[in-house]
T-cell receptor
Framework: GQSLEQPSEVTAVEGAIVQINCTYQ??????LSWYQQHDGGAPTFLSY????GLEETGRFSSFLSRSDSYGYLLLQELQMKDSASYFC??????????????FGKGTMLLVSP | NAGVTQTPKFQVLKTGQSMTLQCAQD?????MYWYRQDPGMGLRLIYY???????DKGEVPNGYNVSRLNKREFSLRLESAAPSQTSVYFC?????????????FGPGTRLTVL
């Protein structure tokens, strides 16, 4: 089966940099995604890494190391609006040949003034 | 474009009652998914439909059935609701039968079973 581990909570101050780590165990791995979810809202897509290395999108970056089964989400210049839950999700192959997402339990990021 | 829409937004059921959660997308996506989200548990896949005419079980399918009515609509049915099915239910879609990289989520249905 699949399993993902990420910290349950991270705190930081405005303007700081924070890194949220994710380790995974899965078969048929295709890639690692990150989603953001504000309290009471729907998850929204942030990034996807299929290959090793760093992907940058504005203030957010995501990293993957396939050999270490490890990735992280890096948030820079933190703003209050970044307070949310962040989920890593592995895209892996099902027995029927399709692929689905398996989500981690989420990391709650609290940004303080 | 409305994206992914879900009805109802809130629902309270008594144990043993049945109901159908509706989901529709207007992005011409092939694949659609139903997840449940419980506190501290993240999102867990209930059922998915990789393309019109196909459905498959996910991680937690027991107690649920689904229907891919057409390319736009994917419904989730609880035949006999149980308190353990109290949860927030999210529908999602993507444009690739292989799962795609980005799933688009609806606003969710908050279900309480008494």
């Amino acid at each position: 089966g699949q399993s993902l581990e990420q910290p349950s909570e991270v705190t930081a101050v405005e303007g700081a940099i924070v890194q949220i780590n994710c380790t995974y165990q899965t078969s048929g791995f295709y890639g690692l995604s990150w989603y953001q979810q504000h309290d009471g809202g729907a998850p929204t897509f942030l990034s996807y890494n299929a290959l090793d290395g760093l992907e940058e999108t504005g203030r957010f970056s995501s990293f993957l190391s396939r050999s270490d089964s490890y990735g992280y989400l890096l948030l820079q210049e933190l703003q209050m609006k970044d307070s949310a839950s962040y989920f890593c999700a592995v895209r892996d192959r099902t027995n029927s040949g399709y692929s689905t997402l398996t989500f981690g339990k989420g990391t709650m990021l609290l940004v303080s003034p | 474009n409305a994206g992914v829409t879900q009805t109802p937004k809130f629902q309270v059921l008594k144990t043993g009652q049945s109901m159908t959660l509706q989901c529709a997308q207007d992005m011409n996506h092939n694949s659609m998914y139903w997840y449940r989200q419980d506190p501290g548990m993240g999102l867990r896949l209930i059922y998915y439909s990789a393309s019109e005419g196909t459905t498959d079980k996910g991680e937690v399918p027991n107690g649920y059935n689904v229907s891919r009515l057409n390319k736009r609509e994917f419904s989730l049915r609880l035949e006999s609701a149980a308190p353990s099915q109290t949860s927030v239910y999210f529908c999602a879609s993507t444009n690739s039968p292989s799962g795609g990289n980005e799933q688009f989520f609806g606003p969710g249905t908050r279900l309480t079973v008494l």
